[in-house]
């Protein structure tokens, strides 16, 4: 059993800036990426952005592109997201998740992740 644990969520101005980060207590076997999804107040949980294994290569929302940056340290098992420009949009619990081995190439996909943290909340404050 994967541990996720994510910290570094709070209270932010708009505008402003928050790394979070996923520490994992092992690195998941069979696991092929690893993502950030939230949820915002009222909201179905969506996703923010992934970041596969092997590799590196990322794949992010159309609300993160451009502003917010994913990345790892696998020998580490652990991974942050690099929030800029902050909004009030962004408000959310954000997740960590991995991601196991198999099923489509669509890494936006909640239902393709197994391991979940619990969860850090961000307030954007306008």
């Known amino acids: 059993q994967v541990h996720l644990v994510e910290s570094g969520g709070g209270v932010v101005q708009a505008g402003g800036s928050l790394r979070l980060s996923c520490a994992a207590s092992?690195?998941?076997?069979?696991?092929?990426?690893m993502g950030w999804f939230r949820q915002p107040p009222g909201r179905e949980r969506e996703f923010v952005a992934a970041?596969?294994?092997?590799?590196?290569?990322?794949y992010y929302a159309d609300s993160a592109k451009g502003r917010f940056s994913i990345s790892r340290d696998f020998a580490k098992n652990t991974m942050w997201l690099q929030m800029n420009s902050l909004q009030p949009e962004d408000t959310a619990v954000y997740y960590c998740?991995?991601?196991?081995?198999?099923?489509?190439?669509?890494?936006?996909?909640?239902?393709?992740?197994?391991?979940w943290g619990q969860g850090t909340q961000v307030t954007v404050s306008s």
């Open positions: 970041i596969r294994f092997t590799g590196g290569r990322t």
């Open positions: 998740a991995v991601r196991p081995v198999g099923g489509s190439g669509d890494y936006s996909d909640e239902h393709l992740y197994d391991y």
């Open positions: 092992e690195r998941p076997y069979g696991a092929i990426a």
